[in-house]
Structures are given as C-alpha cells and as structure tokens.
C-alpha cells in the first residue's frame, strides 16, 4: 500500500467513528498515524511516501516576504505586476506562471520581497505544465470524502514567507479557501495561529504525567495517551495551557516541525460582483476584497500587509544632526534590540559602541534614554550610537 492509500485508509476510519469516551483512545491513535504518514509524505527521507517538496530558487531580498498562493488564474500575477512593477506574465489561460517570480515592493519605507507563485494544481496528477519535478507531494483534503489533490510545491517558499496571501477568485466557488487551507495544513504550515501551549517534557522514567491549568474540553487523557504510545513515548511529564487544546494541537508539539504564518485572503475580482455580493465577503475574517485589474482596495490590502509583517523601522540619528527619517533600518519583532539594529547596519559597529540614545516608544523618557545592547526597540524609535 503507498502512503497516499494509508491516509485515505486512516481519513475513512476516522470518519466512521463516533468520538466518545470508549473511541477516544483509538482515535488518538489514528490521528498519531495520520501525521506520522503525511510526514513521510512531504519528508520522504523519514521512510517511502510520495514525491518531496523541490522548490523553486528564489534569492531572498528585502526585509520581508509575502508569497503569492492560490489556484491558477485567481490574478496572482496581475496584482503581482501591479504591485511591484516587476512583469510576471499575465494571461486567462491557467498556468501561465511556471516559476517563482520576485519583486519588491516599498512601503513605509521597507523593501517588501513579493513571490508570484505558481498555481496550485487541483485535479489529476499529471504534472501539467511543469512535470513531476515541480510537484511537491499528493495530498488528500480534509473532508469526509477524500479526493486526490496534487499540489505544485508553493511549500518551500509558503514555508519561509512572512506573510501568506491566499488569493482567491471571488466568482469561483469559496470551497476553494478550505482546500488550499488544508493543502499547506498538510505541508505543517498553520495560518493565522499560534504555537499551541502546550509542553512535553520526556523523562527517564515515571509513565505519563498529565497536568492543565485549563479545562480539557477538546481532548481527553485517553486520547493524550494514546498519541504519545503512538510516537513510543513512555515516560513525559505533559503540561497544557492551551484552552480548548487538541489532538491535532498536541500532534503539532511533537511532531515539531510546524511553521505558523500569517495569511491574509485576497479575495480578487470584486469589479465583476455587486455591491450586495461584496457584503458578504467582508464577513470573512483575514481577508481584504481587491480588484487587481481595476486597482480597488489594493491600498487597505498593503495596509494590512504591513500591519501583518509586524516590522519594527528604526531611525538613526547621527551625533548633532537630525534622524534620517527617508531610510530606516527595518527589523523583525523577537530580533530588535540596539545589538540587532547595530548589526544591520555593519558587523563592527556593536564593537565600537560605548552606549546608545533612544528616543521614541521603547525609551523611558521624552529626552531619551541611554541603553545598552540588549535594549528592545520599538516601531519608529531613533537611535544614536555613541562610539567608544
Ligand atoms: N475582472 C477581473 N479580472 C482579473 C482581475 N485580476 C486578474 N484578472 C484576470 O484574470 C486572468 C488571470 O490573471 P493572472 O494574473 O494571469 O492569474 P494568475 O493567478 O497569475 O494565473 P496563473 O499564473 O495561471 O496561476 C487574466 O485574464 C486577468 O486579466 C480582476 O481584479 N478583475
Ligand atoms: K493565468
Ligand atoms: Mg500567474
């Protein structure tokens, strides 16, 4: 049996059985398995599975990337064109984009990285366009039915984006959101999610030890049990702090390889449909509704790009001048102290500082406070660094 039929085998079973309290345990097991093999489906070094995720080489530039995912012909490329100048060819014939293609786009200052992706192939695996060598793996939704869904490995570039836009075509079915959702679920990409609170500590001896500081609503000790004998874990201390805590959340921690990006659905087209149609989808959380062809709305989608990148732009202010307010240096949230912003601007100059100056929100007072290296800047703070 290939690893493809063991998931669908597993997705049937699971789908036949009722959750309560005598299945929860099995369940769990099943649902260890099913991670295990689509594991093996998108790493096929950890044992057989189907083709491996060959991505495309992209350089990296700017500060940050947003990648472009959705189904052929959505308008990935026009808003791509549009964005950035950059020509990514544009077409109604679908697959018309082959390759990645990068451009960059500046806002606020910030050299925003773009990737035009492929689209991704739903439908027989028969590697239109571009052959095998471009498909990552081949998937199964979700849903009660299983159905085959090759993809075109959007994976491993999706997987380093800072940012995922889901572009969806508004006149085409909106079942298409939850199957490109649960193809980059399938992948381990989790959108719009943080990592799970949940702790496993592996100890020497002492069985399973299971502790919450919330309610167990979504999961059951049985089922916790199960998915650890699953991954042969005997002995582990299991802390969960997470509210309504899962099998698949707890499957994510020990699995560990899963990356949490955020994602934003694009939802293209909006000259085509009527003001009550457009209504409805501002119902729909994460997403901004655009016309790429028409130029609609693309200003509140950069906003909220930018809101979503969580970037951190720092001003340096030379010694008795005024800042540089015309280029900042932008740093990711969780790597932004006066030593990361140092090293953004040359290797040496952390060496050489005596002390800095911050003005702005990190800083403790109006006329600025002298900080060290380990300080955390904050978006729009000035800095001077005072030389040894
Ligand atoms: N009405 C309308 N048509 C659009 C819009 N954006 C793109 N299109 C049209 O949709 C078709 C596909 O556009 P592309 O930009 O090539 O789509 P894509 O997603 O890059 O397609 P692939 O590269 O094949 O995956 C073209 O005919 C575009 O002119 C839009 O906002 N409104
Ligand atoms: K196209
Ligand atoms: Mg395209």
Not at 92 to 114: M, S
Not at 241 to 254: F, S
Request: aromatic content about 6%.
């Amino acid at each position: 049996m290939t690893t493809v039929q063991k998931i669908k085998e597993i997705e049937d079973e699971m789908a036949r059985t009722q959750k309560n309290k005598a299945t929860s345990y099995h369940l769990g097991q099943l649902k260890a398995k099913l991670a295990k093999l689509r594991h093996e489906l998108i790493d096929p070094k950890s044992g057989g599975g189907g083709g491996g995720g060959i991505g495309f080489d992209v350089a990296r530039t700017g500060v940050a990337s947003v990648g472009f995912v959705g189904f052929p012909s959505v308008g990935k490329s026009t808003l791509m064109t549009r964005l950035t100048g950059t020509h990514s060819e544009v077409s109604e014939i679908e697959f018309t984009t082959l390759t990645t293609v990068p451009g960059t786009l500046k806002v606020h200052g910030a050299p925003i990285q773009i990737l035009d992706l492929p689209g991704i192939i739903e439908g027989a695996n028969d590697g239109r366009g571009r052959g095998r060598q471009v498909i990552a793996g081949i998937f199964f939704s979700n849903s009660q039915k299983p159905q085959r869904l090759p993809i075109i490995p959007s994976e491993p570039v999706a997987r380093t984006c800072n940012l995922i836009f889901i572009i969806l075509d508004v006149l085409k079915p909106l079942g298409d959101k939850k199957i490109i959702e649960s193809e980059l679920e399938g992948f381990g990409i989790r959108l719009n999610k943080k990592p799970p609170a949940i702790i496993v500590r592996k100890k020497d001896k002492g069985g399973i030890a299971i502790t919450n500081t919330v309610p167990l609503t979504s999961i059951d000790h049985d089922e916790i049990k199960a998915i650890l004998s699953e991954y042969k874990i005997a002995n582990a201390d299991v802390a969960i702090r997470q509210p309504n805590a899962t099998a698949d959340d707890l499957v994510d921690i020990i699995e560990g390889n899963r990356v949490y990006i955020p994602a934003i659905y694009v939802l293209n087209k909006i000259d085509a449909i009527s003001i009550e149609e457009l209504d409805l989808l501002y119902k729909i959380p994460h997403s901004v509704p655009i016309s790429s062809k028409e130029w609609l709305n693309v200003d509140e989608l950069i906003e909220r790009m930018w809101h979503d990148l969580d970037l951190v732009r720092v001003y340096t202010k030379p010694r008795g001048a005024a800042p540089d307010y015309s280029a900042p240096v932008v740093l990711r949230q969780g790597k932004c102290t006066v030593q990361d912003f140092c090293n953004a601007i040359h290797k040496e100059i952390a060496k050489q500082m005596k002390y800095a100056i911050v003005w702005g929100s990190s800083a403790k007072h109006a006329r600025g406070q002298k900080v060290g290296l380990d300080h955390v800047l904050e978006d729009e703070d000035v800095v001077h660094i005072a030389k040894k």
